[in-house]
């Protein structure tokens, strides 16, 4: 069973940056080997969407929106997974998640019904 915990979400105004942590229980490279890593995020009303997420041979993706603007990165050292997401705007305001899960299909990654294992976490408020 793995478990995640997220951190970093807070407040920042449009135009502004964040970094977001996923903190796992086992070692992130054994992790990295076995599942896809991803963040996702979800407001009020709506379904989970996916953002960011390494695949099967940790080439990142993500989702068009955020392109140019959000880095998903693994850091060994720490052994966290790490979302660097630059020039926000208020659509980038939600509950965002970290995630692992067995995605057999690249084309999936960034899909969340495919990801077994959810932290709990973290919002993000963006203000205009």
């Known amino acids: 069973q793995v478990q995640l915990v997220e951190s970093g979400g807070g407040s920042v105004q449009s135009g502004g940056s964040l970094r977001l942590s996923c903190s796992f229980s086992e070692d992130i490279e054994d992790i990295a080997n076995t599942y896809c890593l991803g963040w996702f995020r979800q407001v009020p009303g709506k379904g989970r969407e996916g953002v960011a997420a390494?695949?099967?041979?940790?080439?990142?993706h993500y989702q068009d929106s955020v392109k140019g603007r959000f880095t998903v990165s693994l850091d060994s050292a720490k052994n966290t997974l790490n979302l660097q997401m630059n020039s926000l705007n208020p659509e980038g305001a939600a509950m965002y998640y970290c995630?692992?899960?067995?995605?057999?299909?690249?084309?999936?990654?960034?899909?969340?019904?495919?990801?077994?294992?959810w932290g709990p976490g973290t919002q993000v408020t963006v203000s205009s």
């Open positions: 995630a692992a899960g067995l995605i057999f299909d690249d084309d999936y990654v960034l899909e969340p019904d495919g990801y077994n294992f």
């Open positions: 390494f695949d099967n041979d940790q080439n990142p």
